[in-house]
């Protein structure tokens, strides 16, 4: 059977990361994820950035970061399919992309999804203890116990929505959350 899915354009994720960086770090932010999604019918772009003293980036931010990386696209042209551009905050149940996440999250509750099985499993949930210097993220899981999982073997992570994680993050400004325009 073959699989006639629309997918989403083809990107060189390192390509497009060497030309968001500068500009992430430009602006005082730290880059946190570059995903493609959405398909053939609705490609996006996802670039989440965030300040690295709150963890947190307000509307003014994403929209400064939004118009820099609107031009150096437009001028550069990276992606050769038509596209939308997101320019966001991690969110509250955040992705861990990088190593310094799970120091950063240390006690708080994740998902991590390995790329292959693990002692029969691929998705492991628990409370994050941090990461080692040998590159594994150890995580303590009901049921299961405490679990060393290679930082490298991630497939993906993200931090679970749970009572102290709300209590953590609480936003330090929304302020023209109300005028935001969503398209279509």
């Given at each position: 059977?073959?699989?006639?899915a629309?997918?989403?354009p083809?990107?060189?994720?390192?390509a497009?990361t060497?030309?968001v960086?500068?500009e992430?770090?430009?602006?005082?932010l730290?880059?946190?994820r570059i995903?493609m999604f959405?398909?053939?019918?609705?490609?996006?772009?996802?670039i989440?950035?965030?300040?690295?003293d709150?963890?947190?980036?307000?509307l003014?931010?994403?929209?400064?970061?939004?118009?820099?990386?609107?031009?150096i696209f437009?001028e550069?042209?990276?992606?050769?399919?038509?596209?939308?551009?997101?320019?966001?905050?991690p969110?509250?149940?955040?992705?861990?992309?990088r190593?310094?996440d799970?120091q950063d999250?240390?006690?708080?509750?994740a998902?991590i999804r390995?790329?292959a099985?693990l002692d029969?499993r691929k998705?492991?949930d628990?409370?994050i203890?941090?990461i080692?210097d040998?590159?594994?993220v150890?995580l303590?899981?009901?049921?299961?116990g405490?679990?060393?999982l290679?930082f490298?073997?991630?497939?993906?992570?993200?931090l679970?929505?749970t009572?102290?994680l709300?209590a953590?993050t609480?936003?330090?400004?929304?302020?023209g959350a109300?005028q935001?325009?969503?398209e279509?």
């Open positions: 059977m073959t699989d006639t629309p997918k989403a083809v990107v060189d994720i390192p497009i060497a030309l960086e500068p992430v770090k430009a602006l005082g730290e880059l946190v995903a959405g398909g053939k019918s609705d490609p996006t772009l996802q989440m950035a965030e300040r690295p709150t963890r947190q980036i307000g003014t931010e994403c929209e400064a970061l939004s118009r820099r990386l609107s031009e437009d550069q042209d990276p992606i050769e399919d038509a596209y939308r551009l997101e320019v966001s905050s969110g509250i149940d955040r992705p861990l992309t190593r310094k799970y999250w240390k006690g708080f509750s998902r390995l790329s099985p029969g998705q492991f628990g409370e203890i941090g080692d040998a590159d594994n150890i303590e899981c009901p049921k299961v405490q679990k060393i290679p490298s073997a991630i497939e993906r992570s993200k679970l929505l009572d102290a709300i953590a609480q936003p330090l400004d929304s302020e109300d935001i325009v969503r279509g």
